[in-house]
Nanobody, 123 residues
Framework: QVQLVESGGDLVQPGGSLTLSCAAS????????MAWYRQAPGKQRELVAI???????KYGDSVKGRFTISRDDAKNTVTLQMNSLKPEDTAVYFC?????????????????WGQGTQVTVSS
């Protein structure tokens, strides 16, 4: 089993900044992608940012220019630097990863989710 643990969620004022972190642990050979999703009350879960193993990153339209995703393959971690936060950024943020690991003696590629961390942007 691979586990993803997020941290960094907090209450911040509009225009403020916040950094989220996610650490993957377990029997990991490689990680194809690490991403951040978010889900606000009454809305579907949406992609915030994703970083692939080839160095490519992509962002959701609503956060382009404000958020930055960065991964450290040596530590199996990913961070999300959030700047110029808006009230509409309020949501539970989830870490996601596609992981190549060894389960029960066999190679396996699976998707994993963290438990989420709450980000609230309000004055």
């Amino acid at each position: 089993q691979v586990q993803l643990v997020e941290s960094g969620g907090d209450l911040v004022q509009p225009g403020g900044s916040l950094t989220l972190s996610c650490a993957a642990s377990g029997s990991i050979f490689s990680i194809s992608s690490m991403a951040w999703y978010r889900q606000a009350p009454g809305k579907q879960r949406e992609l915030v940012a994703i970083a692939f193993n080839i160095g490519l990153t992509k962002y959701g339209d609503s956060v382009k220019g404000r958020f930055t995703i960065s991964r450290d393959d040596a530590k199996n971690t990913v961070t999300l630097q959030m700047n110029s936060l808006k009230p509409e950024d309020t949501a539970v943020y989830f870490c996601n990863a596609w992981v190549n690991s060894r389960i029960r003696g066999e190679d396996s590629v699976n998707q994993y989710w963290g438990q989420g961390t709450q980000v609230t942007v309000s004055s």
